[in-house]
């Protein structure tokens, strides 16, 4: 499978817990994002890599979220102290960038998080 | 501030029906505009995506339709099937800043009754 990969597809977790998130894009993909999907809603825009650096994060990230993209190959986010707000499902993808085209995005199957 | 406004938020067709879906826009930057299909439990998957350059895209059974004056855009599913049944969004991105990060509707919720 060649696609986007998420792990782990869900995830139960006591509010207070940290959990981490690792999404695996298609190859020769540069860019890289996150977003967030809460029931009835479309995804919202977390933040973005291109390449190893992380070169934008929305207003919704806030101080308990990171993530990082080593070597500019798989990603991983990470939420510490998890409220029970952070539920939802957290979707990544990927695209091959070039200099103002937009290309198609390949989303991956997500990480449903329920924080209990 | 809503960039993307979708409606209707659910529809119902009936099989062979056409399916209409709308989206409309504020922010005048933005140059491209997808259309994704999302199945429970699944991530969105693309469906078919239209530049402004161009007023109609048609891929099979799906065409956007594109109205760059009253920034407005629509998917139009002919002869709808039961297997289309799923959640579409409409996205539109913008150039600006770089990440060209999609900026979704809040989706429509299509059933096609056998």
């Known amino acids: 499978d060649t696609g986007v990969s998420q792990n782990p597809r869900h995830k139960i977790t006591k509010r207070g817990q940290n959990v981490t998130f690792r999404c695996d894009p298609i190859?020769?993909?540069?860019?890289l994002y996150w977003y967030r999907q809460t029931l009835g809603q479309g995804p919202e825009f977390l933040t973005y890599?291109?390449?190893?650096?992380?070169?934008?994060k929305s207003r919704l990230l806030s101080d308990r979220f990171s993530a990082e993209r080593p070597k500019g190959s798989f990603s991983t986010l990470e939420i510490q102290r998890t409220e029970q707000g952070d539920s939802a499902m957290y979707l990544c993808?990927?695209?091959?960038?070039?200099?103002?085209?937009?290309?198609?995005?390949?989303f991956g199957q997500g990480t449903r998080l329920t924080v209990v | 501030q809503q960039q993307v406004k979708q409606s209707p938020q659910s529809l119902i067709v009936q099989k062979g029906g056409i399916s209409i879906i709308n989206c409309a826009y504020e922010?005048?930057?933005?140059?491209?505009f997808p259309w994704y299909q999302q199945f429970p439990g699944k991530g969105p998957a693309l469906l078919i995506a239209?530049?402004?350059?161009?007023s109609e895209k048609k891929e099979g059974r799906f065409t956007i339709s594109f109205n760059k004056s009253a920034k407005q855009f629509s998917l139009h599913i002919m002869d709808s099937q039961p297997g289309d049944s799923a959640t579409y969004f409409c996205?539109?991105?913008?150039?600006?800043?770089?990440?060209?990060?999609?900026?979704f509707g809040k989706g429509t919720k299509l059933t096609v009754n056998p």
């Open positions: 993808a990927s695209s091959l960038g070039g200099e103002g085209v937009n290309t198609e995005a390949f």
């Open positions: 190859s020769e993909h540069n860019r």
């Open positions: 890599f291109q390449n190893e650096a992380q070169l934008e």
């Open positions: 922010n005048t930057a933005f140059d491209y």
């Open positions: 239209i530049r402004p350059d161009v």
């Open positions: 996205a539109a991105s913008s150039p600006q800043g770089g990440s060209e990060k999609l900026v």
